[in-house]
């Protein structure tokens, strides 16, 4: 499409495009490497440039002669079958920015090239009467402005955690946790090349990037500089929520343990006690060979005396608060 003067129009024919006046704006999305080659000739685009696109590289921005190659991607959270399963999936959007013309690739659907393309087609006053690099910023910008999403469900999936680490932590919440971990990470990693790209054109070095616009570019590094902080916030309280989880789980044991602890203690008495006596060493060998055999109450004598012993312990553990 060509617009300026307060009007758009479409093209079919990429040589008509190029010969009218004003800003032109070519979008190329699903198409074959010959149709992708025939829009790198006409505007003479360098190959290295789309290969980028199609590798799945970082996000960066190039200066080429006659023209600045910006690649963004687009993030979405995809979802498992479960409520915090899922992973940061990130699409690549190149940018190619002309004197007068600006061309976009994708590999996907590109949803936010398509309402900037919609915004032109309505009559949107400021696309339509500044040059390309206003519509390389509103892409950009659509683009970044979709990040806020993804980090608003990562911060409601960590405030649901937390929850749980508080109230109730199980085996879950411990995978819960480790899955926002892995998410931030992804996210982190899309964010600090798209920072730098960004404030490569905020400086306004590219001769594609007027003056006028570099306010505007300035205004979404602030945006990604504000996802930056976010996402390490967030990091630092998932760890905070981990480091509780374990916390929580190594008292607990530790309040198993110690049970386990003073019951086995009150039976190493009772035990030596059942022990001796079963050794059954018959009394009418001697004086010295357990009489105690033959006494008529012997038996409730032993159980008693195991149970005074069981009594004693249990006051004296109860009083060290061991129990």
């Known amino acids: 499409m060509v617009y300026g003067d307060g009007e758009t129009v479409e093209y079919d024919d990429?040589?008509?495009a190029r010969a009218a006046a004003g800003t032109t704006w070519v979008h190329v999305t699903a198409a074959t490497p010959d149709?992708?080659?025939?829009?790198?000739?006409?505007?003479d685009i360098h190959a290295l440039a789309v290969e980028d696109i199609h590798n799945q590289v970082?996000?960066?921005?190039?200066?080429?002669?006659?023209?600045?190659?910006?690649?963004?991607k687009t993030v979405t959270l995809a979802r498992g079958d479960t409520t915090f399963e899922g992973e940061i999936e990130a699409?690549?959007?190149?940018?190619?920015?002309?004197?007068?013309w600006v061309v976009t690739l994708s590999t996907g659907t590109a949803e936010p090239i398509e309402r900037v393309r919609q915004?032109?087609?309505?009559?949107?006053?400021?696309?339509?009467?500044?040059?390309?690099?206003f519509t390389a910023y509103r892409i950009i910008d659509v683009v970044i402005d979709e990040y806020f999403d993804v980090i608003d469900r990562l911060e409601d999936d960590i405030e649901s955690i937390e929850e749980e680490v508080i109230g109730n932590p199980t085996q879950q919440t411990l995978e819960e946790l480790n899955s926002v971990r892995r998410?931030?990470?992804s996210f982190r990693k899309q964010l600090w090349p798209a920072r730098e790209?960004?404030?490569?054109?905020?400086?306004?070095?590219?001769?594609?990037?007027?003056?006028e616009t570099e306010k505007y570019f300035r205004d979404v590094y602030d945006h990604i500089v504000q996802l930056v902080d976010l996402t390490e916030t967030y990091r630092d309280l998932v760890s905070g929520a981990r480091d509780i989880y374990l916390n929580a789980l190594s008292q607990s044991t530790n309040e198993v343990m110690k049970i386990l602890t003073v019951v086995a203690t009150i039976f190493i008495p009772l035990t030596f006690v059942a022990g001796v006596y079963g050794m059954n060493f018959d009394p009418s060998t001697g004086p010295l060979a357990m009489p105690e055999l033959n006494w008529s109450l012997g038996y409730p004598a032993a159980m008693l005396g195991m149970l005074l012993?069981?009594?004693?312990?249990?006051?004296h553990f109860r009083r060290r608060d061991y129990l």
């Open 35 to 43: 149709e992708q080659a025939a829009v790198a000739d006409a505007f």
């Open 309 to 315: 012993i069981a009594l004693i312990m249990v006051v």
């Open 197 to 211: 790209a960004v404030g490569y054109l905020a400086r306004g070095d590219p001769p594609q990037i007027s003056q």
């Open 119 to 133: 915004s032109v087609v309505s009559g949107d006053e400021r696309l339509l009467h500044r040059g390309p690099d």
């Open 14 to 16: 990429l040589d008509a």
């Open 91 to 100: 699409d690549p959007v190149g940018i190619f920015l002309g004197d007068g």
């Open 183 to 185: 998410e931030l990470l």
């Open 58 to 72: 970082r996000a960066k921005t190039e200066e080429y002669p006659g023209h600045t190659f910006i690649l963004v």
